[in-house]
């Protein structure tokens, strides 16, 4: 069975502090690895992943993909509290390319 | 502007009726998701569909149902046979070159009283 699995759940820091989230999968026939960020309703894109060792980068925020070990990591640098939100992964995969999504870290940045 | 519109925001049901909620997009996407959010579970997929008049079921499809009768709408019904309704619904959709990832809707809670 094709599984996501995020860890943390849940992490508080302060502003300023760097955080690594983390995204283990197993599935079949993989296609990509994607993340999301959900502050109150609906999830906003960030980052979509294909291949190993290519880091993406937006701001302050950066992902690398490690298609060997099979896991992604979602790095935030000088945290605001404005980054406070659920982190969710999700996996594209199968025959449908379906999206299997994690349970999401919470990442509460205090001031 | 492009995008998907989730309706009602809330929602209150009493046991054993049943409640449709909506999803539209003006985004010209041709696939689209519903899903169920429940704190700590993460997003759970209940049906999905690729194209018109057609739909397939997702992990969690019990006691649920859809219609894609148009492009722009995929409504989702929550029947009485769905025996823990209670929940955050998101609706997404997907263009076909499956280049970007969902564009989602500003969801539903749907409450059981």
């Known amino acids: 069975e094709d599984k996501v699995v995020q860890s943390p759940l849940s992490l508080v820091v302060h502003e300023g502090d760097t955080v690594t989230l983390n995204c283990s999968y197993e599935?079949?026939?993989?296609?990509?690895l994607l993340w999301y960020k959900q502050e109150k309703k609906a999830p906003t894109f960030l980052f979509m992943l294909t291949s190993s060792g290519i880091e993406k980068k937006s701001g302050r925020l950066s992902s690398i993909l490690d298609k060997k070990e099979l896991f992604s990591i979602l790095n935030i640098t000088a945290t605001q509290t404005g980054d406070s939100a659920i982190y969710l992964c999700a996996v594209e995969a199968g025959e449908n390319n379906d999206m299997r999504f994690g349970a999401g870290t919470r990442l509460t940045v205090k001031p | 502007d492009g995008g998907i519109t989730q309706s009602p925001k809330y929602l209150f049901r009493k046991e054993g009726q049943n409640v449709t909620l909506s999803c539209e997009q003006n985004l010209n996407h041709d696939a689209m998701y519903w899903y169920r959010q429940d704190p700590g579970q993460g997003l759970r997929l209940i049906y999905y569909s690729q194209i018109v008049n057609d739909f397939q079921k997702g992990d969690i499809a019990e006691g649920y149902s859809v219609s894609r009768e148009k492009k722009e709408s995929f409504p989702l019904t929550v029947t009485s046979a769905q025996k823990n309704p209670t929940a955050f619904y998101l609706c997404?959709?997907?263009?076909?070159?499956?280049?970007?990832?969902?564009?989602f809707g500003s969801g539903t809670r749907l409450t059981v009283v």
């Open positions: 599935v079949t026939n993989f296609r990509s």
């Open positions: 997404a959709s997907r263009s076909r070159d499956l280049i970007y990832g969902y564009t």
